[in-house]
């Protein structure tokens, strides 16, 4: 009989050996992780441990020092299917003069090189809608982002980012700025779209206590100061007794 294999689903993101440097200063050594369809991967570490560095790495905006980092089964450098993957970074901030409305910004997660001319579905409305309602912007959705404050745009980068519901987010401390109930909401959607809609997630956060509660009390991996924590959506434990299923038959 084959040995049973646990590892039925799609590897997103696939890190082998990987090394980066400033300069002189080593600040990820020799990391080994793989995020997997329908995984919730949470990273916690302090200030300056290289959470913001290895996050640019895996989305192609640092060059990796040593190793490999693959998306999707593809070596970042080659990787086209950006729309797949939601990335909204750290401390982003608009111009105060950039001119386009939080329903344009939103909308414009929608967009890419081939739809940019096409005209605005009824659909891709709605899409807009629910992002704006559930980021709680529907009612400043005609105000120039520009104007609004940094936990409003910070929550219109997350609007942007759920819009095209894609196959992996990844988030780089996604919540800080916003309100207590807005984050409380913000970790609720994220959960429920991990176990019930197949998403998959990578996530820095420094909300030790949310992380724990959903992912558990212990990480998965260590790499220098950085922790990984991770569970995986029921579905995943589905799959593991089909292949079983299969293997015994
Ligand atoms: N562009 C850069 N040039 C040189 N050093 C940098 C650069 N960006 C970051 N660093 C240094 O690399 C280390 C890791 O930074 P990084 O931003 O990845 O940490 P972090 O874990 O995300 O921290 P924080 O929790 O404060 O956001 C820090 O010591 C930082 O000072």
Known sequence: MQPVSLDCHQHMINIQNLSFSYGEQKV???????????????????????????????????????????????????????????????????????????????????????????????AQQCKCDDALEVMRIEGIQDKRVGMLSGGQQQRVFLAR??????????????????????????F??????????????????????MIQNYLGQEPVQRNGKINFYSRHSHELQNCAAEDLQHTLT
Not at 163 to 186: S, W
């Open 28 to 122: 990820i050594s020799d990391l080994n992780f793989t995020v997997r369809e329908r995984d919730f991967v949470g990273i916690i570490g302090s200030n300056g441990a290289g959470k913001t560095t290895l996050l640019k790495m895996i989305v192609g905006l640092l060059p990796a020092s040593k190793g490999e980092i693959r998306l999707f089964g593809q070596p970042v450098r080659k990787f086209k299917d950006w729309e797949r993957i939601g990335y909204v970074p750290q401390k982003n901030a608009f111009n105060p003069l950039f001119p386009a409305t939080v329903r344009e910004v939103v909308m414009s997660g929608l967009y890419n090189n081939k739809n940019v001319f096409r005209r605005i579905s009824r």
């Open 161 to 186: 980012a759920l819009i095209n519901h894609p196959d992996l987010l990844i988030l780089d401390e996604p919540t800080v700025g916003i309100d207590i109930e807005t984050q409380a909401a913000f």
């Open 188 to 209: 609720e959607l994220i959960t429920h779209m991990h176990a019930h809609h197949h998403m998959t997630f990578l996530m820095v956060s420094h909300d030790i206590d």
